[in-house]
C-alpha cells in the first residue's frame, strides 16, 4: 500500500461513520478501497453526535437497515476490535399525556401489523421501574430493549483503523474539490492530486449535496447543526436513554455520571469554515424540559455544549443506494441527525450491493431518484 | 463607573463589551467610555485588578513593601474608570461569547447565580494570562499548588502558605513570588529553579535588546533580592512530590544527583501562558507560538482577531506583562471605536501612535526572557508514565503515549474520545498543553501539527436551572412548534 496509490476498486468519499464502514465492508469483501477525508475520520458529525444507537421511533422506511446495524453493534468488538464504548440499557420514549401515551400505542401497533416487533408499549409501572426519576405525571411510554449508546468518535475510528489493517487506504486531510467521467473510470480530483476508479460512494455527510451536483444529481440537502450539552458527574440515577415525542429531548446519563442532554434543537452552520454557533435560546429550552421532567437535575452544572455540522433531507429520510444516472455512482447520505446507529449496518448493506449488485436489505423509498427534478415540468 | 450588583441591572445591548478586568480591561474599557460609547465591562473577580494588580481596592496587605511598588500601580488604572459612565460587573462570569445574527454578539453572563444573554457591538477579550501546567509525579497530592495560587491567596486574604515551604519551577514570576512570600513571612525552605542551563545560549543573541528593556532594571532587583535573600538551587533538572496522602517532601534532581526536602507546601510555577478558553471557544483562530511556546489567539496589529468585532487584549493574546496589556487594551478600544463608527481610520491611527510606540518599548527585551525561561522538554511532557496529567478525569502521561502510539490517534481532540482527557470542569486548562506535548513527541510532529481541543462554551460550568431560566427566544419557540 504505497502513498502513490492513485486507484482502486471503490473510492470512498468521506470519513464519516458510513464511509469508514463502507471502506471496512468493502475490503473485507475483497475489494481495495482508497477513503479520502477533508479533514480527519470522524471530524463531523460521526464523532460529535448523541451516541444514540436506537431503533426506537425510527421511519418505518429505515427500519430493515436499522435492523441489520442493530445486529452488528452487538457484536461490534468482533467487527471492529474495540467495543466502541457501546452499551445496552434500552431506550425510552415517554409518554407525557394521556394523547401522548395514545399516539405510542398506535405507532406500535403499526409496527406489529408490519411485522416490526422492537418497539413494546410499556405502562406506568413499568415506566417507574426503567426511569425511577422521571416525573409522576407520566403515564407510560415505548420501550426499544435492545438500543443503547456508544462513543461515537471512537466508534467511527474503530471502523476506520479496522478498515486500515484490511487494507483500506486512508486519506485522512485530503479534499475533494470534483468528480468527473474519465473514460470507462471516475476521476476524483482532490487538492492532493487526482484519483481514479470504477466505483465511488458519496458519504460526504453535509457535504454531500456539491459531490452529488457535480454527478448532475442535485439534492435539496440542508445543512443543520443539531446542539448538545453535558453536564458534570452526577449520582446514578437512569439507566436507560430517553427520550419525548411532544417536546424535544433526548436524554442519557453515561456511567461515570455525566449526563448529555439534546433533543435535535438547531444552533447555526458554518460548513465551509468547519464552524457552528450555539442558540443558547434554545438551549434554555431544552434545559427547562429536563427541570420539569427531572428534578434531581435542577442544580446539575452544564459543562460543555456544542453542535456538529449534518444533512438533512426534506423527508428526514437518508439518500442510500446507487445513482438514478450513472453506473458505478453509489450515494450514502442525509442521515437527517440519526444516521450514528445506522452506520455499522448502511456500510454492510453498500459493500454488499457494490460487490454483489444487490441486497437482500430493502432500501426502498431511500433513493436519490426521490428528488430528481423531472427534465419537463 | 456604574457598579452593576444584580444581573437584572445589566442592559439589554453595550456598545463594547470588555471581558476581564485586569490592567488591558481597565484601559479599555476606560478609553471606550471617554470617547462616549455605552462600555460593560465584566469580571469574574470580586474586585477589579485582573492578576497583578488583584483586590488593588481591597486588599488587606497594608505593607507597601511587601508585595512591591509595581503592584501599587493599579490603583491609577481603577481611578481612571471611576469618572466614566462604564458599566463594571464584579461577580460577573462571561461564560459563552458568539456571533449574533445582526453582525454583533450574544454574550452569556452569569453573575450571583443567575444567568443573561445580553447583545453587543463590538467585544474586547482581556482575559489575561493562566500559569503552565506543570505536571510532576505528586503535583495532586494535598500540599501542592500553584505559586500563582499562592500569591492570589496573598492579595486577596493575606495568608502565606504555613510550615516548610518549596517554591520550585522557572520564569520572572518565580522570583517575584518568592521575594513576596518572604517578606510577608513565609518560611521558604528552598527555591529550586528549572531554568535549563543552556537555554542561555538561546536566548543570549536577544541579549542587547534586553540591555535596553525596562525588564532590565526590574528584573535584576527582583532577582538579586530574591537570590540574596532565599536558598536558591539551580540546575534541576527533575522534581517529584512525595507522600501518601498528603506532601511530606519533594525530590530533587540535579547534576545527576538526588536529594529529599521535607517540606509543608510545594509552590509550583513554570512561567505564564494566554488564557485562550474564552476566545477558542468563540471560533477565535490560534497558532501556536515557538518562542513563548505555547498556543496563542492570531490577532493584527490594532489586536483583532479572526472574528471580525472580536478583539484580544493584554496577556491573553501573547505574554506582555502588566504595561504591555493595559497599552494593549487601550489600542484595541481604539480600533474598536473606529469599527463602531466613533473614530475615523485617521483618528484612530493618531490617537493610537504614542501608545503604539510605548507598547513598542514596553515589549523591548521581552524576547530575552522567553527564550531564557523556556520550560525544559521534560516539565512540559512529563517522562514518568504514572505522572497524572488531566487532574479532573485522572489521565497520566503513559495512558496518553500508549493510546496516541496504538491507536494512532494524532491530536487532543481524538484523545478525548478514548481518554476522556479534557472533558472535566476545567476544559482543559490543566492538561492543554501537555497532552498536545505528548502527543507531539510521541509522533514526532510539531505542537502546531497536533492541534489544540476545540473548547466549547460554557467556558465556565452554568446551572442547569440557570440555564432553564433564561427567556427563551422566538427562534426557540418556533423550534418547538414546527
Ligand atoms: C449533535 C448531533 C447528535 C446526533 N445524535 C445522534 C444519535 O444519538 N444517534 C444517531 O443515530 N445519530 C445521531 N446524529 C446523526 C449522526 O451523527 C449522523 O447522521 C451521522 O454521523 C452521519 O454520518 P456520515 O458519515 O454520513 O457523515 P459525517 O460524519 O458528517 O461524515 C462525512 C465526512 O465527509 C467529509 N467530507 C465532506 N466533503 C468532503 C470532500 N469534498 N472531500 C473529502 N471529505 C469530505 C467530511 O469532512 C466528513 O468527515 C447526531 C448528529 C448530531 C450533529
Ligand atoms: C496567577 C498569575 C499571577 C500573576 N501575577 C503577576 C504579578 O504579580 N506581577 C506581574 O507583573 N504579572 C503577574 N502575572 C502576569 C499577568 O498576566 C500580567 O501581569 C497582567 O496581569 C496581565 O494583564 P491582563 O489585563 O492581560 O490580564 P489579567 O490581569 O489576568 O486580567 C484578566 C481578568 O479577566 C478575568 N476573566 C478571565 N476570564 C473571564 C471570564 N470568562 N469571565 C469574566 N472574567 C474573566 C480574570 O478573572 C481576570 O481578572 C500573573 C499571571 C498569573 C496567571
Known amino acids: 500500500m504505497s502513498e502513490a496509490r492513485r486507484s482502486a476498486d471503490v473510492i470512498v468519499i468521506g470519513g464519516g461513520i458510513h464511509g469508514c464502514s463502507t471502506a471496512m465492508h468493502c475490503a473485507m469483501r475483497g475489494l481495495s478501497v482508497i477513503l479520502i477525508e477533508k479533514d480527519h475520520a470522524g471530524r463531523h458529525a460521526s464523532g460529535v453526535n448523541a451516541g444514540g444507537v436506537r431503533q426506537l421511533a425510527r421511519h418505518v422506511a429505515e427500519i430493515p437497515l436499522s435492523n441489520t446495524s442493530m445486529a452488528l453493534w452487538h457484536r461490534i468488538e468482533d467487527l471492529v476490535d474495540d467495543d466502541c464504548g457501546f452499551t445496552s440499557d434500552g431506550q425510552v420514549l415517554v409518554a407525557e399525556d394521556e394523547e401522548d401515551l395514545g399516539n405510542c400505542r398506535a405507532r406500535v401497533d403499526d409496527l406489529t401489523l408490519r411485522g416490526f416487533h422492537h418497539e413494546e408499549l410499556i405502562d406506568a409501572a413499568e415506566l417507574r421501574r426503567l426511569v425511577p426519576a ?37 486519506r485522512e486531510g485530503v479534499r475533494v474539490t470534483r468528480v468527473a467521467r474519465d473514460g470507462a473510470n471516475w476521476r476524483v480530483e482532490t487538492d492532493h492530486g487526482a484519483f481514479h476508479s470504477s466505483r465511488i460512494v458519496n458519504a460526504a455527510g453535509a457535504w454531500a449535496d456539491r459531490i452529488a451536483a457535480d454527478l448532475a444529481e442535485p439534492v435539496p440537502l440542508e445543512v443543520i447543526a443539531p446542539m448538545l450539552m453535558i453536564t458534570a458527574r452526577m449520582p446514578a440515577f437512569i439507566k436507560p436513554v430517553v427520550i419525548l415525542r411532544k417536546r424535544k429531548l433526548s436524554f442519557k446519563q453515561f456511567e461515570n455520571g455525566t449526563v448529555l442532554i439534546g433533543g435535535g434543537y438547531l444552533g447555526r452552520a458554518i460548513r465551509d469554515e468547519n464552524r457552528t454557533v450555539l442558540d443558547w435560546g434554545k438551549l434554555a429550552t431544552n434545559a427547562k424540559t429536563v427541570w420539569d421532567l427531572f428534578p434531581i437535575m435542577r442544580g446539575a452544572p452544564i459543562l460543555r455544549a ?47 450491493i457494490i460487490a454483489t449488485g444487490s441486497s437482500n436489505v430493502p432500501i426502498d423509498g431511500l433513493g436519490i431518484a426521490r428528488f430528481a427534478v423531472s427534465a419537463q415540468p | 463607573m456604574i457598579t452593576i450588583e444584580t444581573i437584572g441591572q445589566v442592559a439589554e445591548h453595550y456598545d463594547i463589551a470588555v471581558v476581564g478586568a485586569g490592567p488591558a480591561g481597565l484601559a479599555a474599557a476606560s478609553r471606550a467610555a471617554e470617547l462616549g460609547l455605552s462600555v460593560l465591562l465584566a469580571d469574574e473577580n470580586p474586585a477589579p485588578g485582573g492578576q497583578i494588580y488583584r483586590a488593588i481596592t481591597t486588599t488587606p496587605v497594608t505593607k507597601r513593601a511587601v508585595l512591591g511598588e509595581d503592584y501599587w500601580k493599579g490603583g491609577a488604572l481603577v481611578d481612571r474608570l471611576r469618572p466614566t459612565n462604564a458599566a463594571y460587573a464584579p461577580g ?21 447565580g443567575q444567568a443573561r444573554l445580553i447583545a453587543a457591538g463590538q467585544v474586547i477579550l482581556a482575559t489575561g494570562a493562566q500559569e503552565r501546567p506543570f505536571p510532576i509525579p505528586g503535583w495532586t497530592l494535598p500540599g501542592v499548588m500553584t505559586a500563582g495560587a499562592a500569591q492570589i491567596a496573598l492579595k486577596a486574604s493575606g495568608l502565606v502558605p504555613s510550615g516548610r515551604t518549596v517554591i520550585a519551577g522557572c520564569g520572572p514570576l518565580l522570583y517575584l513570588l518568592a521575594g513576596q512570600l518572604a517578606a510577608a513571612g513565609a518560611n521558604i525552605v528552598a527555591v529550586l529553579d528549572t531554568t ?142 473606529r469599527r463602531l463608527g466613533r473614530l475615523s481610520e485617521a483618528e484612530r491611527n493618531e490617537k493610537a501612535a504614542p501608545t503604539q510606540a510605548e ?106 436551572a440557570e440555564l432553564a431560566a433564561l427567556p427563551p427566544t422566538d427562534a426557540a419557540i418556533k423550534a418547538v412548534v414546527r
Not at chain 2, 95 to 111: H, I
Not at chain 2, 321 to 327: F, H, V, Y
Open chain 2, 92 to 112: 460577573c462570569t462571561v461564560w459563552s461569547v458568539a456571533p449574533d445574527e445582526a453582525g454583533g454578539f450574544e454574550l452569556g453572563l452569569s453573575l450571583g
Open chain 1, 306 to 352: 456544542w453542535a456538529g455540522i449534518e444533512a438533512r433531507m426534506p423527508d428526514d429520510l437518508p439518500v442510500f443506494g446507487r445513482s438514478a444516472r450513472h453506473e458505478g455512482v453509489y450515494h450514502q447520505f442525509g442521515f437527517s441527525a440519526h444516521g450514528f446507529q445506522l452506520g455499522p449496518g448502511a456500510g454492510a448493506v453498500m459493500a454488499e
Open chain 2, 196 to 337: 535549563p542551563r543552556r537555554n542561555w545560549l538561546a536566548a543570549i543573541a536577544a541579549f542587547p535588546g534586553f540591555l535596553r528593556s525596562p525588564y532590565l532594571a526590574k528584573g535584576l532587583k527582583l532577582m538579586a533580592a530574591a537570590r540574596g535573600r532565599l536558598p536558591f538551587k539551580t540546575g534541576v533538572t527533575a522534581l517529584a512530590a512525595g507522600g501518601s496522602d498528603k506532601l511530606t517532601g519533594v525530590t530533587v534532581t540535579r547534576g545527576g544527583a538526588s536529594e529529599t526536602i521535607p517540606c509543608d507546601a510545594l509552590l509550583l510555577h513554570q512561567g505564564v501562558i494566554p488564557g485562550i478558553n474564552l476566545a477558542n471557544a468563540a471560533g477565535c483562530a490560534q497558532h501556536f507560538d515557538t518562542v513563548q511556546h505555547c498556543w496563542t489567539p492570531t490577532v493584527d496589529d490594532w489586536f483583532a482577531s479572526s472574528i471580525p468585532g472580536i478583539a484580544i487584549a493584554g496577556d491573553g493574546a501573547g505574554i506582555g506583562g502588566a504595561e504591555s496589556a493595559a497599552l494593549r487594551g487601550e489600542i484595541a478600544a481604539l480600533d474598536a471605536a
Open chain 2, 359 to 464: 507598547l513598542a518599548r514596553s515589549l523591548r527585551g521581552r524576547r530575552f526572557l522567553d527564550l531564557l525561561y523556556r520550560p525544559a522538554p521534560q516539565f512540559l511532557a512529563p517522562p514518568a508514565d504514572e505522572t497524572i496529567v488531566c487532574r479532573c478525569e485522572e489521565v497520566t502521561a503513559g495512558q496518553i503515549r500508549d493510546t496516541a502510539r496504538r491507536l494512532g490517534v494524532t491530536g487532543p481532540n481524538q484523545m478525548k474520545a478514548f481518554l476522556r482527557c479534557g472533558m472535566g470542569p476545567c476544559q482543559g486548562r490543566l492538561c492543554g498543553p501537555t497532552v498536545v506535548e505528548l502527543i507531539a513527541q510521541e509522533r514526532g510532529v510539531s505542537a502546531e501539527e497536533t492541534g489544540y481541543y476545540r473548547l466549547r462554551p460554557p467556558v465556565k460550568p452554568v446551572t442547569l
Open chain 1, 134 to 170: 422521571v416525573s409522576d405525571a407520566c403515564p407510560g411510554g415505548v420501550v426499544s430493549r435492545r438500543d443503547g449508546a456508544a462513543i461515537p468518535l471512537r466508534a467511527t475510528q474503530a471502523f476506520k483503523r479496522k478498515a486500515q489493517s484490511l487494507g483500506a487506504d486512508i
